[in-house]
């Protein structure tokens, strides 16, 4: 098994100086007795001590979500959104996709509601030592407490997991 990797090494997105919040983390069980800022429900798929790095910027309106990993799978491909809610002990506990515009029909299916201009989506893909970044940017604020995590979905292949299965969560203050 390779060494945990180190937060430090997170650098491949530049930072600004716009009003932001970052989260450094590793992630951890989910049933810890400290709740962990990110944590794996499928560690095959990220793995405990992957590290993770979070920045949110916000500006005139918008917002800028970026997000960047190390020690995940390898040439994997994993579909990351903001949660209405943080992390807990069950996959499900983070809720559903944050929408801008909020769908009145749970579970939400209306095209619609459900694009990336109405929800902030991710994709990250890791390369073969697990590495992998990407940033989002919306065209509009989060509504204070609205959203509170970023959910890793099992996405390409799915390591033995549904496409849209929940394998990994970060609290993030939005």
């Known amino acids: 098994m390779p060494a945990a990797p180190a937060l430090a090494a997170l ?3 530049p930072s600004t100086v716009l009003p932001c919040t970052t989260v450094e983390a590793v992630f951890d069980r989910p ?3 400290v709740p962990a800022t990110a944590v794996s429900f499928a560690p095959e798929a990220v793995p405990h001590g992957a590290a993770v790095r979070v920045v949110v910027e916000r500006a005139g309106g918008t917002t800028t979500v970026s997000m ?3 020690g995940l799978t390898p040439r994997h491909t994993y579909p990351v959104h903001a949660h209405v809610r ?3 002990t069950a996959p499900g506990d983070s809720g559903p996709h944050y929408q801008d515009r909020a769908d009145p029909v749970l579970p939400s299916t209306d095209p619609a509601y459900v694009n990336d201009r109405n929800e902030l989506w ?3 893909r890791t390369d073969d030592h697990g590495r992998a970044a990407d940033r989002s940017t919306v065209a509009w604020e989060f509504r204070p407490g609205g959203a509170g995590s970023l959910v890793l979905h ?3 292949d ?3 997991h549904s496409l849209a299965q929940r394998v990994g969560c ?3 203050d939005f």
Do not use: F, K, P
Request: glycine fraction near 24%.
């Open 11 to 13: 650098a491949l997105l």
């Open 170 to 172: 970060v609290n993030v």
């Open 31 to 33: 049933d810890g007795i």
């Open 86 to 88: 943080g992390c807990g």
């Open 122 to 124: 991710l994709t990250l």
């Open 158 to 160: 799915g390591q033995g």
């Open 154 to 156: 099992a996405g390409q």
């Open 68 to 70: 960047e990993v190390d």
